[in-house]
């Protein structure tokens, strides 16, 4: 699919969904997509069947405190100035973007990259929504390295990192994006085309795009957003097994920074009294708890929404009041293998639980 | 000059002297500088004026605590991994080595990694004594970068810097070693033939073998090794200013490891009562003041040595009761410059005097 101007705040909105809480807010992503097309043109999504097996395909994201991107603005050429680092280095031009998480503002910055540069978007990600950790992809999962890797600041400073292994290069980038002031864009996970029929998330970009597409048709026709959405997910390959968690009013919101993490707990009261579905996050939405019992648990994607718009929202916009409602969402099976739940699953996080497939809750 | 193995002792105390207290202790690179040579044979000092204008010179280096180095010991093969990344990047092999500062562990690492590749060291460096900070070189005084700059620890991760000016280079370098540990080797400032031929401080490594030597003879000839010493230093084109500020016992040390300095002061008690002198530092002795006078202040060097031996005490080294003279050095002529003064001067640590040539003390 080719993505037009006007199809950039669907995407984002998607992308927002499948965000689960995290990601970080798309806005400034939006705007700089929206700036980067008008000034380049539309983007071409490929389907990862359609990528030559030798090709260079290059994972871009956004790295560092996701509260921190609003307030020290991009100057758009970061991920241009990583990209060149990393090609450098490989001694070979990439053919592909793609995003390394399909949530939040990470979805979008891949495609301003790609925009700017002429080059076309792989239609898939590494984690079919969001994590919180740089090793916390399905590229990991299937034994690629994260380095390679190329950070850069608004200033232009680049660094190049090759590590022995993720956690060391997940610490050192760690350390350089503080350096930088906790946010700037990576260039990371060089793959082959074949490497990533293996073990991409396929479709994911398509998805969010269709995903924020078919809530604002919703909205449009004064339809009901959700019901919409649910049949829209059912009908997908992945995210097939969903449903409404609660539905009622946040009663109650903690939320801390620690450790340049967002984490803390939000309740909600279900509308017309009684029952309390609380949801303990980590910049992403971990675990859904009704009356003390799991409805769902990570990778399963946990998003709460605006209760009439259907408007995702992040776990820094949650405000004691707000009416909304929680959405549960089967992770793709890539995620749910007891090789990736060693990676992303609950003890990943300090949970106590096991994975449970919200299916079965 | 060729250096052999059975001259490396020399030419470690020659480096601590230069090191003005800091540079590292040089037992940890006369270990590796012995075994390296053991091996690979002895090492070419070649004048700087006997070098193409178009070779590629890259100075190397240990960066981080010096107090670290001699427990996280490095393995041998930092420095080759950091110049290839540096050498990838650039695309061309380096013609030699040359050493960041003569003073200290850091005057034979490079001479480690040369002998290590078969390379040639080019005889001068870029501060003609240590100093704590990245940028206080005769390269960056004539306006040379420091980046590209790589940076290897002994797992082997690698980063290579790009930064926009020094100053972001050395904060980016200063977080990275701190994430490998808070020690790392560098290559950087790589730099052509004809650059050093104007920014270099010519002859140190030389000196620093010359400077052991004097000191070493001069014990084994039962002659007094500071009369020697300074008699030798006199008759040196860069160093020829130079006298006994000090000669007592230590009374008191104060050290602190901050923000990856060893920072404090030294106390000494001349000889026969009376006269107290102190030292102040950061990593390198900063400055020297009787009763509260001036006698000496960087770049010019002071360096603290056994009143017996002659052998120099790095600060980590200064301990209660020691007896000790302390020896003021001037610096080569390059260092006095008013640029050179921005950079190196007393006011870059934080010293509210400005500088005064040892000569006029």
Known sequence: ??????????????????????????????????QAMAQFGPVTFVDIEDIDDDALLVPAAMFG???????KLPNGSEAEKA????????????????????????????????SRLGLPVVDCDGMGRAFPELQMVTF??????????????????????????????????????????????????????????????????????????????ARESHKDPFSDLLSYLERTEYYGKCKILADGRII????????????????????????????QFQNENLVARSDGQVKAIVPDLITVMDRETAEPITTEGLKFGQRVKVIGTSAPPILRTPEALKVVGPRCFGLDEDFSPIETL
Do not use: W
């Open 252 to 279: 109650d919101v903690r939320r801390e920074t620690r450790m340049g993490f967002a984490i803390g707990t939000v309740k909600i009261e279900q509308t017309g009294g009684g029952r309390i579905t609380e949801v």
């Open 83 to 114: 990209l060149q680092a990393l090609e450098t280095f490989l001694g070979r031009k990439a053919t592909a973007i793609m995003p390394a998480e399909i949530g939040g503002v990470n979805a979008l910055l891949p495609v301003v990259l790609a």
């Open 65 to 71: 405190a996701p509260t921190v991107i609003v307030e």
């Open 140 to 217: 990991s999962i299937f034994g690629h390295s994260a380095s390679p890797l190329a950070v850069t600041d608004e200033a232009g400073n680049t660094v190049l990192i090759t590590a022995r292994n993720d956690a060391d290069a997940e610490r050192l980038a760690r350390h350089t994006v503080l350096a930088m002031g906790a946010s700037a864009q990576i260039c990371c996970y060089p793959m082959s085309g074949a490497d990533v029929k293996v073990c991409g998330v396929r479709g994911t970009l398509t998805l969010a795009f269709e995903i924020g597409r078919t809530i604002r048709i």
């Open 1 to 34: 699919m080719k993505l037009e101007l006007e199809d950039v705040e669907d995407f984002a909105r998607g992308a927002a969904f499948l965000g689960a809480g995290g990601g970080g807010d798309p806005y400034i992503g939006r705007l700089m997509l929206e």
